[in-house]
């Protein structure tokens, strides 16, 4: 009996000691990107974050927000092409991709203002506003709260009313234990369970080498230690935020298209027909044989959407 309590004291010890090494290590940017060899991109400072941006073409405004996780580079298609007739702008949210998170809580308000930032410091004159996922949730709290009224907005597969948090993004986002928790995945299973989770959200097997190729390059950004903790905050919080902002939709006075599957599977469909009707001056696009990320499984049919309405303005 004794051998067994020495025993159980140990391995407790030895868990305990882990768990401490592995909470200190989170607190550290072991493991995250924040310089970025692209010559493309560029680094803008807005207040105590540094924040990643790409920008080409000239002529009427785009600004593309990402998901969560993403960055940047989930747009490339999109920025190449529509760059021959436009300025368009890209920039990695706070704690994903390149950009810092020192004083990020989170929240689509604090992705709505830096993203009004940029406008204003890039000198964006009354861009449209395009979003996918959480991206486009950060575009639907811009409609609801922004003054200015001659944007225009593009979402693509977005929750707007609510979300369910699983168990790992609880974990994940735990107090003290979290950052930990990210740490450790980013070195360990981050990648694997990544690839799983964004495969699960695509629909057409004749893309597959296209999404093998889409996910390869983006394994090593994805599973930083800042992004697995980041993705995983934001959609714990996300419920909050958007019942906070749910009950303002019928006060959107601004142009807004909706994109999303017609297989609402692994889809945010509901909330966009929803919306929809919520939103008087708005738009509702069905993109068959296609999954959650729209503007890569149909990239050619999202690029005329955006064309067909940057054209009419």
Not at 269 to 281: C, F, I, P, T, Y
Request: charge should be neutral.
């Amino acid at each position: 009996m004794k051998n067994i309590k020495k025993a159980l004291k140990y391995i407790f010890s030895i868990i305990g000691f882990l768990l401490l090494f592995s909470i200190l290590l989170g607190q550290t940017d072991i493991g995250n990107f924040y310089q970025d060899e692209n010559g493309e991109n560029s680094f803008i400072s807005i207040g105590n974050e540094k924040i990643r941006f790409i920008q080409k073409g000239s002529g009427k405004d785009i600004l593309f927000i990402h998901g969560t996780p993403g960055s940047i580079e989930d747009w490339t298609i999109m920025i190449d092409k529509l760059a021959k007739d436009f300025r368009v702008t890209a920039f990695d949210r706070l704690g994903h991709g390149f950009s810092s998170s020192n004083e990020y809580t989170y929240h689509l308000k604090d992705n709505a203002e830096l993203a009004e930032q940029l406008i204003k410091e890039l000198k964006l004159e009354s861009p449209m506003i395009i979003g996918h996922s959480y991206g486009g949730s950060v575009a639907a709290y811009m409609a609801v709260h922004s003054e200015m009224k001659n944007r225009e907005y593009l979402i693509i597969d977005s929750p707007f009313y609510k979300v369910e948090p699983n168990i790992t993004n609880r974990l994940v986002s735990a107090p003290i234990l979290g950052k930990g928790i990210a740490f450790i995945s980013a070195f360990t299973i981050g990648k694997h369970e990544m690839k799983k989770g964004v495969l699960s959200m695509f629909k057409s097997p004749e893309n597959e080498k296209n999404i093998d190729f889409y996910i390869e390059e983006r394994q090593n950004i994805w599973s930083q230690p800042k992004v697995i903790y980041s993705n995983a905050k934001e959609i714990v919080n996300l419920p909050e935020d958007l019942k906070a902002i749910s009950g303002k939709y019928k006060n959107i006075d601004v142009e807004m298209t909706f994109i999303t599957a017609e297989n609402a599977k692994s889809t945010f469909r509901k909330d966009a027909e929803n919306l929809h009707s919520e939103v008087q001056n708005s738009k509702l696009i069905l993109i068959s044989n296609t999954g959650h990320y729209i503007q890569l499984e149909q990239s050619g049919k999202v690029l005329k959407i955006i064309n067909d309405k940057m054209e009419d303005e």
